[in-house]
């Protein structure tokens, strides 16, 4: 890494963090810095140029973080075109998503093993040295384009995508069936690095447990009785790419073992197989489940929740993003209408209103799927109601007053800003109320009312 020209920026005041990572880089170009430093230090700055670095590494630790967060900004003033990776101690998801939004190219977490740190700091290093590792533009285009939508719900998680695609950090998708949770890892993987790699989804639900680590990590001929031929695993077949575990809570306690110290270590070993083997590949995990009830009922390891759970995205029903249902609806009608050379161009008022008043408990799936059926069933150029059918006709065809629906969309929108508020302050209900102009009073009585757990908020102390 010497000719790389890696930049160590030491925050953090432990040695034991700057060592480590000066071993693996083989790098003795360190500075340490002061956590009351001043990013506006003209002879630092003037030093951080003459290094003439291609990476620069900022160590930190959550005690300083917020002077982290000050000297990613000077450095985007320094050195703007110089990629920086934060490495920390430990963090959770929140900050992490500070530390993107302030300009960090990518995040590592103790303990570093060359393992992680090597292949990120090389994917930096090459975006700075203008190689396109990715030429999958297209691609890319194409996968954002099948997230769709307006509501500042759905706007709030989308809008991360950008961010967490830029970094290399395992990512936890959570959201009920049919939200969409594979389309946004496919978004992931295409907005990142790893885009002209294989993108691997599989359905951990879908494979028998006996049959999971041979998936995962095949085996070799030989390895059991049957085993006649080689089978490469998935792992192998995602490397250099992105693995997308859905519903990972179906994962037998045996295979998470195994999983947890491939996410550990980047190896593994197949079965039958005397060697381990090393594989580059971003976890991306996705579950309906609460799954730190799953870790409490003991379906799901602590220690696998914690490794996959650096990033976490929580995708919103289609119930609570109504404003949506339009937009979803007609592209699924367009898409289809081509399909199936059909001359439907649009919904009668009624059958708008119909998908508007519904529940949707399989989401965005099911109504994709109820498009889907009235193109089908309709010969007319506008879909009627009567064409529409749905699991629960009775609560479909109820509709609601003005003032009823009025009602339900404000408990809606406030449930919403309170939680985004919240989540911005980090808990911190005294300044949220602030933001919100109310006082605090009124603004705990909210936070009652929607039974809002504050402190799944606040950072993990």
């Known amino acids: 890494m010497k000719s790389a020209g890696a930049l160590l920026l030491d925050l953090s005041g432990s040695d034991t963090l700057s060592s480590k990572l000066q071993k693996i880089l083989e790098t003795a170009f360190t500075i340490t810095l002061s956590p009351h430093f001043s990013p506006i230090d003209e002879e630092l700055a003037l030093t951080i140029r003459r290094a003439d670095a291609g990476l620069i590494f900022l160590i930190s630790v959550r005690v300083t973080l917020a002077a982290t967060r000050e000297v990613l900004a000077a450095l985007k003033r320094v050195v703007p075109d110089v990629p920086v990776i934060v490495a920390l101690e430990e963090c959770d998801s929140a900050e992490v998503f500070e530390l993107l939004n302030a300009g960090a190219a990518d995040f590592i977490s103790a303990p570093f093993q060359e393992i992680d740190v090597l ?87 879908a494979i028998p447990a006996e049959l999971v680590e041979n998936e995962l990590f095949g085996h070799v001929r030989g390895a059991f009785t049957s085993a006649s031929n080689l089978q490469v695993g998935l792992i192998e077949e995602a490397n250099g790419g992105t693995l997308f575990l859905d519903e990972i809570d179906c994962l037998p306690v045996h295979a998470q073992v195994k999983l947890l110290r491939f996410l550990q270590e980047k190896e593994y070993r197949p079965l039958g197989c005397s060697r381990m083997r090393r594989a580059d590949v971003r976890v991306v995990a996705a579950s309906n489940l609460n799954l730190e009830e799953a870790v409490d009922t003991g379906k799901v390891r602590q220690d696998l929740f914690y490794r996959i759970n650096i990033i976490s995205l929580t995708l919103p029903p289609l119930r609570d993003r109504r404003e949506d249902i339009p937009l979803l609806a007609r592209h699924f009608l367009a898409r289809y209408s081509r399909e199936f050379d059909s001359q439907v161009r649009d919904f009668s008022d009624e059958a708008m209103d119909m998908l508007m008043v519904y529940s949707w408990p399989g989401n965005v799936r099911e109504l994709e799927h109820a498009v889907e059926r009235a193109i089908v069933m309709c010969n007319k150029p506008l879909i009627q109601a009567s064409d529409i059918v749905l699991s629960n006709q009775a609560v479909a065809g109820k509709r609601e007053s003005l003032r009823e629906a009025k009602a339900k969309e404000i408990e809606r929108f406030e449930k919403n800003y309170i939680q985004g508020v919240l989540s911005s302050c980090r808990g911190n209900i005294t300044r949220a109320a602030q933001i919100s102009q109310k006082n605090r009073r009124a603004f705990w009585q909210l936070i009652q009312k929607y039974r809002i757990d504050v402190s799944r908020f606040k950072p993990v102390s």
């Not at 975006?127 to 691609?139: K, M, R, T, V, W």
């Not at 099948?146 to 950008?162: E, H, N, T, V, Y």
């Open 119 to 205: 292949p990120r700091a090389w994917k930096a290093l090459k975006n700075f040295l203008g190689e396109d590792i990715s030429g999958q533009a297209d691609s890319r285009q194409q996968q954002f384009r099948q997230l769709i939508g307006q509501s500042p719900i759905f706007l709030q998680q989308a809008q991360k995508i950008s961010l967490i695609a830029s970094c290399e950090a395992n990512v936890l998708i959570v959201g009920e069936t049919g939200t969409g949770k594979e389309l946004y890892a496919r978004a992931i993987h295409y907005g990142s690095a790893r885009a002209g790699r294989p993108f691997m989804p599989v359905n951990c639900g």
